[in-house]
């Protein structure tokens, strides 16, 4: 059939809005996923002063490779991941704002690469997922810190992704080394992450995939067992611990051991405290059950489970959500029945598996508003899709406010530490020296380079420095050989307690509060 030159042109409906009839964000995910990762640097920078000095756990993470502080005691719970990350700049004695920047920069991109594989897959929802990762005030202070936390998510979160892809095309070799590569990351980061959010998604492949699932899974379990296997190394040749004794150690450690369902308590706390201790959780644990959602939460934990139901429901191939959400499951058990404190930064590599899903309800939506036509699904989606635009705006700049504002609250501890740690080199004198003390003792350690523990009373000793396993060290050994041994107390102590022997002077100040710090009568005698 000819067509006449004269006759007219085939009707079309109307003509979509410019900025979906260029359809860039929809066709190119990939500049989705670097805004999100530069919005990530530039927010670190407004929520974290890159030259805070460390925390606890950051202190005692930067000292394994510092230039000139003697390593803070590492416990058997933990493992290296972190310790490797900042070893690059940790190790030339870099200021802080240098480490922080490196850190920075380094998670930005890992968060790109992290959900690469979604956009494979979902297009636009990648980077929503990635959004849903950093909606949370509690999520976005952890990107900023130096933990293994927020980095253990991403390595799962890329870990699932390339899996999914991998289970496609299980032949294609080329996709089996990324899926290695992101559970060697989760494995050094935290083990026990990676192993359990690792069973989740073989199970899914197992039943999913069937007979496709070998290779990937083999991938992703050398991986896993690359990563997990350089803390079990540690735990036998540092402590002599067997496997099974390093876990079982670690989970009491770390956990505290069984407890009741404590996922209410977390739903509870999600606008704070990040950490609920012992006190916390003590009228919880009396009466268990459901505690209620914080009420600006509560509609943000329903604009996801929202999402993701769009997500799974829409789908054509629903397997990769049911593996991401299925993933989560182990680690909800996990941290739900076992805990001397509930810690939000545990949850992290949910949030970002359930973002996943969550990613795909919101592709979904985009979507329908993409397709020609004015039906009530492309107007509904249109709606919807412009409320969680709002939404979400408004959201983030609540949340990146709160953020901000509990690294505010923290910073006075920061700079404590740092002011006990120059009252103490000062009174050394230039003398190696020794420091046991009630608080912060790993950021003096790093701030001092003096040696540091945690201040334990004894009736006839202060607790030596570094006292576990093989790095004891004799305080009254160290005074007699010239070094400045101190202890450094804020609460009130028992009569019997064998520093009231020691030579003291009080110290106070509106940064400090007050202290006392006493001498050892060795090293007042040498002291110079």
Known sequence: MVTSPTAPPPARGPAPPLFLRS???????????????????????????LGAGPSWDEAVYLTQTSAGSPAVYFDEHRSRGMVLLLSPVAAWGAPMVVVRLWVATTLAGLLVAAYWPWARIYRFGAPAAAVVLLSLWSSLYF??????????????????GSLVRALEDPQRSSRLVPVALWMVGAGLLRPSDAVLAGVGMAVVAVFGWRAAAVRPLGAAAVGGLVGVGVWLVEGAVRFGLSPVGLVTGAVERSTGGPSPNQLPLYLANLDGPLRCRAECRAAYLADPGWQGVPEPFGIWLAAVALLVVLGVVGSKDRRPLVLALVATVPLLWFYARSGSAVNQRYLLPVLGLVGVAAGAGVALLYDQVAASGRGIRRVSALLGLTLLVVFGALWGLGQGRA?????????????????????????????????????SYPQIQYWSECLTVEFQVHPDRVTHPLGH?????????????????????????????????WPSERIDSDVLGRYELFVHPLSVASQP
């Not at 995910?29 to 530069?38: D, I, T």
């Not at 927020?150 to 799962?156: E, H, K, N, T, V």
């Not at 160290?478 to 009569?495: K, N």
């Open 23 to 49: 359809g860039w964000l929809a066709r190119a995910p990939y500049l989705g996923l670097f805004g999100v990762g530069l919005g990530l640097l530039l927010l670190q920078t407004v929520v974290y002063p």
């Open 143 to 160: 990107s900023a810190v130096l933990y293994p936390n927020f980095l253990a998510a991403l390595s799962i979160v890329g870990g699932a």
């Open 403 to 439: 953020a901000s504002e509990e690294m505010e609250a923290s910073m006075q501890h920061r700079i404590r530490a740092e002011e006990l740690a120059r009252i103490v080199v000062e009174r050394a004198d230039g003398r190696p020296c020794a420091v046991a003390a009630q608080n």
């Open 469 to 501: 396993h093989h790095a004891r060290h004799d305080l009254d050994a160290l005074a007699a050989d010239g070094w400045a041994v101190f202890a450094l107390v804020q609460r009130e102590l028992p009569e019997d307690a064998a520093v009231n022997s």
